[in-house]
């Protein structure tokens, strides 16, 4: 492949990057299309891809997380591996690669002496902040052919519990007190021992021996597994590594199976993909993102089988950015939740002054002109002068950003290319297709895109003719198939035929766009269902029934954005209920006056809000404004369907003023 601009200095004495391929043409036509008008798209990055083979793996002698964990091992020559901190005060230590291992090796020993048979039957949970032992317990498990569970904070104590029940879990490894109160509190019959990383206090002891469940420490159960010293047993390529629940946006979480082939070729794809620009041993990524989901996982094995450094922040994120400067990392995995944050704090110093302000909008002018030549730095003038407190923020190193698990907005994704002064890339997946589908060139700078497919899958669009989606207009549901798509959901074929079909399809609910350069543009979703910032799902539907349930509320509309980390609604009051409350408290005026009222839209939230926690609504499925309207929803004004349903786009415009100034008041 041909470089498409590898020359032209532009007299700043930088060599503008190396752009793999021609950006106006980013993804390959695969030769034998499926019947219909939904043409598949394939990576440029692997010829074989237009013959609708897909990448694995890109080495023959690492196909399993072992494996690349093992090269790993080897290209880093002992090198240090896993980091932290003890406090935030005090420098990061390290664990080398041979001390990894066989602390891995001890502590999956340990898990056969604790009863565990080897291999894909036996499950192992885990609960805790992304750290250490989070890595060791993960190796440990892929070292005796064993299936690692995650458990986070945002699931719930109930549907914990479930997952501990549906895949019959009888190990969990658990951080600390807290979370194996948190454990026991509904701990199922099959949970037999908790394996703790930090102490537990005797109350905690004497709780979970009431429930029949043995606490031992993380030390402890190494101690057992050295000294019995069970054989490795190591898993193959088809072998599942792990099941990965997802929130799930009603009903219980699902579980995503996922091979050792579904990981290994999805970050190989992406390592392809990025070239001279992929992670190397002498490379440090910095640990914050959940390591219960997908994007985490795999750019942390991806670190490993090129033998990395992972360093873990302490777990608090307002002290992020002293984490940053005291590992100086030169790799970062992204949310847009975090680079919004960072955006934020420069646009609201710079308010402050029309001097910042001119400032600000002169060095984003003359950064964006070199990103367009491909030029990425972080020490021109611009830099020292306005960019440097960012850059400092995030350690001062950091070459290679990988954002993903939302979207993000086109002017924060160039201000921060701008501002972190490196490259930049936007991806776009979900968990049952074990974290990337698209991935954007690196050098391609037009933000408002996900790029072409990866290396490892194809994409096709088909029709949605209920919402006017047609895949002979490049526009339809994006399905996904390739080495990368999961196997199924654990325990559930019915939801598992819902998005996979006989073709072997993942039918992803997202709506897309193909642009005339071959990437992709997520632009709708299929069902009522969005994702915040945070990356968490919403089914406004399930919402409005709960807050229905209020009796000042007649009719409510939920509303949030995949930019925004809160959702919002318009409530049309209901008129005598209201009126009835304004007369008993002396308030005046007609239904249009009192919905301008404070004390009434505050008595109305406060109402809702209630509602919502009496029926469990997690707390970024509650609404943090409302709108209030003295006119219902109707046929006639086009807002309702004629089976009396919410018409959410029509909704969503009709609104679109009152909308957007909630979510300015709560910026």
């Known amino acids: 492949?041909?470089?498409?601009?590898?020359?032209?200095?532009?007299?700043?004495?930088?060599?503008?990057?190396?752009?793999?391929?021609?950006?106006?043409?980013?993804?390959?036509?695969?030769?034998?299309?499926?019947?219909?008008?939904?043409?598949?798209?394939?990576?440029?990055?692997?010829?074989?891809?237009?013959?609708?083979?897909?990448?694995?793996?890109?080495?023959?002698?690492?196909?399993?997380?072992?494996?690349?964990?093992?090269?790993?091992?080897?290209?880093?020559?002992?090198?240090?591996?896993?980091?932290?901190?003890?406090?935030?005060?005090?420098?990061?230590?390290?664990?080398?690669?041979?001390?990894?291992?066989?602390?891995?090796?001890?502590?999956?020993?340990?898990?056969?002496?604790?009863?565990?048979?080897?291999?894909?039957?036996?499950?192992?949970?885990?609960?805790?902040?992304?750290?250490?032992?989070?890595?060791?317990?993960?190796?440990?498990?892929?070292?005796?052919?064993?299936?690692?569970?995650?458990?986070?904070?945002?699931?719930?104590?109930?549907?914990?519990?479930?997952?501990?029940?549906?895949?019959?879990?009888?190990?969990?490894?658990?951080?600390?007190?807290?979370?194996?109160?948190?454990?026991?509190?509904?701990?199922?019959?099959?949970?037999?021992?908790?394996?703790?990383?930090?102490?537990?206090?005797?109350?905690?002891?004497?709780?979970?021996?009431?429930?029949?469940?043995?606490?031992?420490?993380?030390?402890?159960?190494?101690?057992?597994?050295?000294?019995?010293?069970?054989?490795?047993?190591?898993?193959?390529?088809d072998d599942l590594c792990t099941i990965c629940y997802t929130s799930g946006t009603t009903g219980n979480p699902k579980g995503v199976m996922l091979t050792h082939e579904n990981v290994v070729a999805s970050m190989s794809a992406v390592m392809m993909q990025m070239g001279d620009q992929r992670p190397n041993s002498s490379d440090v990524l910095i640990s914050y993102l959940p390591l219960a989901h997908m994007l985490e996982r795999c750019c942390q094995n991806a670190m490993y089988s090129v033998g990395g450094a992972v360093g873990f922040f302490t777990g608090d994120m307002h002290r992020l950015t002293d984490d940053f400067k005291a590992l100086r990392p030169t790799v970062m995995p992204a949310v847009p939740r975090v680079l919004n944050r960072i955006y934020d704090k420069v646009m609201a110093e710079a308010a402050n002054s029309f001097v910042k302000r001119l400032t600000l909008s002169l060095a984003l002018s003359a950064k964006e002109s070199e990103i367009r030549r491909g030029i990425l730095r972080n020490n021109s003038f611009w830099d020292v002068l306005v960019f440097r407190k960012v850059q400092d923020a995030l350690g001062g190193r950091v070459r290679l950003m990988v954002v993903g698990s939302a979207p993000i907005s086109g002017s924060v994704l160039s201000f921060i290319r701008c501002a972190a002064g490196c490259l930049v890339m936007e991806g776009y997946g979900q968990t049952e297709c074990t974290a990337p589908i698209t991935l954007t060139v690196q050098g391609d700078h037009v933000p408002e895109h996900v790029g072409p497919p990866v290396a490892c899958c194809c994409v096709k669009l088909v029709d949605v003719p209920e919402m006017e989606y047609m895949a002979a207009n490049g526009q339809g549901e994006v399905c996904v198939k390739g080495t990368n798509v999961f196997q199924g959901y654990f325990k559930n074929p019915e939801q598992t035929a819902e998005v996979k079909d006989s073709q072997g399809w993942h039918h992803t609910g997202d709506i897309g766009m193909w642009l005339p350069n071959g990437t992709l543009k997520i632009i709708d979703r299929k069902k009522h269902i969005f994702k915040l910032a945070q990356g968490e799902y919403i089914v406004p539907d399930k919402i409005e029934m709960v807050y229905a349930r209020s009796q000042y509320v007649h009719q409510v509309f939920v509303h949030g954005e995949s930019l925004k980390s809160c959702v919002v609604a318009v409530v049309v009051p209901d008129v005598d209920v209201i009126k009835c409350w304004a007369t008993e408290h002396n308030i005046p005026g007609t239904l249009s006056v009192l919905c301008n009222n404070s004390q009434v839209k505050q008595l109305i939230l406060d109402d809702m809000l209630a509602w919502g926690k009496e029926a469990g609504l997690k707390y970024y499925e509650q609404v943090k404004d409302i709108y209030l309207h003295p006119d219902p929803f109707s046929v006639q004004n086009h807002l309702l369907t004629p089976t009396l349903k919410s018409k959410r786009p029509q909704l969503k415009a009709y609104f679109k003023p009152q909308i957007e100034d909630m979510y300015v008041k709560l910026a």
């Not at 664990?95 to 048979?117: D, I, M």
């Open 1 to 237: 492949m041909a470089p498409s601009n590898t020359t032209g200095c532009c007299g700043c004495g930088a060599e503008p990057i190396r752009i793999p391929i021609g950006l106006h043409n980013q993804s390959d036509m695969m030769k034998v299309q499926v019947k219909g008008p939904d043409m598949v798209r394939v990576s440029k990055f692997y010829k074989e891809a237009r013959e609708g083979k897909f990448v694995s793996c890109l080495h023959s002698d690492a196909r399993t997380l072992y494996d690349t964990f093992r090269r790993g091992a080897k290209e880093s020559n002992n090198g240090p591996c896993l980091g932290w901190r003890e406090t935030p005060t005090k420098p990061y230590q390290w664990l080398h690669y041979n001390e990894t291992l066989l602390r891995a090796k001890n502590l999956g020993s340990g898990l056969v002496t604790l009863g565990l048979a080897p291999g894909v039957k036996s499950f192992v949970g885990i609960y805790s902040v992304n750290c250490p032992e989070w890595v060791l317990t993960e190796q440990a498990v892929y070292a005796y052919s064993m299936v690692l569970v995650p458990l986070y904070d945002t699931l719930g104590p109930d549907a914990t519990a479930f997952i501990i029940k549906e895949a019959e879990i009888s190990v969990v490894v658990c951080e600390d007190d807290a979370k194996a109160n948190l454990l026991l509190e509904k701990a199922p019959r099959c949970l037999k021992k908790i394996v703790t990383i930090k102490p537990v206090q005797t109350p905690t002891a004497a709780k979970a021996k009431a429930r029949f469940v043995d606490i031992l420490s993380l030390d402890e159960l190494e101690r057992m597994g050295a000294a019995k010293g069970h054989p490795e047993v190591p898993p193959s390529k």
